[in-house]
């Protein structure tokens, strides 16, 4: 038996919890488009931290959350890729500039 | 359209959290695959949260000058360009961790036992990726301008503890806290790169690593006063 289906509780009808798996969606799909334009990531990063706790919260409400779940998830990833990276570019243009 | 360049010190950090999150997938398992994927992801946001407040905390002065003397959108970006410390990151990452602990009904010890070795391995690939960028490096060790490997260390230490904590079946997180403080205690009397705090004898990171230990003796002996 898979051991993640003893944790899952039973489904809801639950509007509330609708509505949030649905704002988790929705900030993944923010997230996912804010990543490329170098400062934005910040923005980007803020809306998948959001969207991956209210996936958390659908799922333990019982609806289904895995599409806003796993695309704030994403979203964290390829915010953070992009925001470090433009962080250091930022760091080392600063450095050289530094240097001469 | 701006190109967006993508440095291997990011790629590398995500790819040490990758790796992570595989090892947490191990089994036998004492949480869910969906709360350790959970906690590994709400631990890379405390850690960067916490890391940059960290670094910002360290440099203070350094911060408010900058801002009373540049525009402010220019001041942010140099501030937001300094960097993360380590430790700070550990404790971000670790409150985070806590926080889902409290909110998916987990018990703490046992998920952060089981979570252990993903830390030290996502430090180890970590520091590689400070050795590409060129940050945390080492004190020059000879004429020829050859620097102490300190990146290269740590990464290597790292990997070997996250083996030896796999093979540990309990008390893997009081163990990662203590060699690690150990090893970055030594570690940091080798290091070289100045944008970093110190206090009296100690840099910031010592002074930590002394605070952990001194809090692991404190709770490894409390428990025997207990009636």
Request: with cysteine; charged share 10%; glycine share 10%.
């Amino acid at each position: 038996m898979n051991e993640d289906s003893t944790m899952t509780p039973t489904p809801t009808t639950d509007p509330k919890a609708q509505g949030k798996a649905t704002a988790s969606l929705v900030l993944g799909i923010i997230s996912l488009a804010l990543a490329w334009f170098g400062y934005s990531a910040i923005a980007g990063f803020v809306c998948a931290v959001i969207g991956t706790v209210l996936g958390n919260t659908a799922k333990r409400a019982g609806v289904p959350y895995k599409a806003g779940f796993v695309c704030s998830i994403v979203g964290i990833v390829l915010n953070s890729i992009c925001f470090v990276s433009c962080v250091l570019c930022v760091a080392a243009i600063g450095t050289a500039a530094a240097l001469y | 359209m701006k190109s967006l360049a993508i440095t291997p010190y990011s790629l590398l950090i995500i790819s040490g959290w990758l790796v992570g999150v595989l090892i947490s997938l191990r089994k036998p398992r004492p949480i869910s695959r969906y709360d350790g994927f959970y906690c590994l992801v709400m631990m890379m946001v405390g850690a960067m949260a916490g890391g940059k407040l960290f670094y910002l905390a360290i440099n203070i002065k350094a911060v408010i000058a900058e801002f009373q003397t540049a525009e402010f959108a220019a001041a942010l970006k140099t501030v937001l360009s300094g960097g993360f410390v380590l430790y700070g990151g550990f404790a971000g990452g670790i409150a985070a961790i806590l926080l889902v602990c409290r909110t998916n009904s987990l018990d703490p010890s046992v998920t952060l036992d089981f979570l252990s070795p993903s830390f030290a391995i996502s430090i180890g690939i970590g520091r590689i990726g400070c050795l590409l960028a060129g940050c945390c490096y080492g004190r020059i060790i000879s004429e020829t301008g050859m620097r102490f490997p300190t990146q290269i260390c740590e990464s290597i230490f790292c990997i070997m503890l996250c083996v030896f904590l796999l093979l540990r079946k309990r008390n893997q997180f009081r163990l990662f806290l203590l060699l690690y403080s150990v090893f970055r205690f030594i570690i940091e009397f080798f290091r070289g790169d100045s944008q970093r705090g110190s206090l009296w004898l100690f840099s910031t990171s010592q002074w930590i690593s002394l605070a952990i230990l001194i809090a692991l003796a404190a709770t490894a002996i409390a428990p025997r006063k207990r009636p």
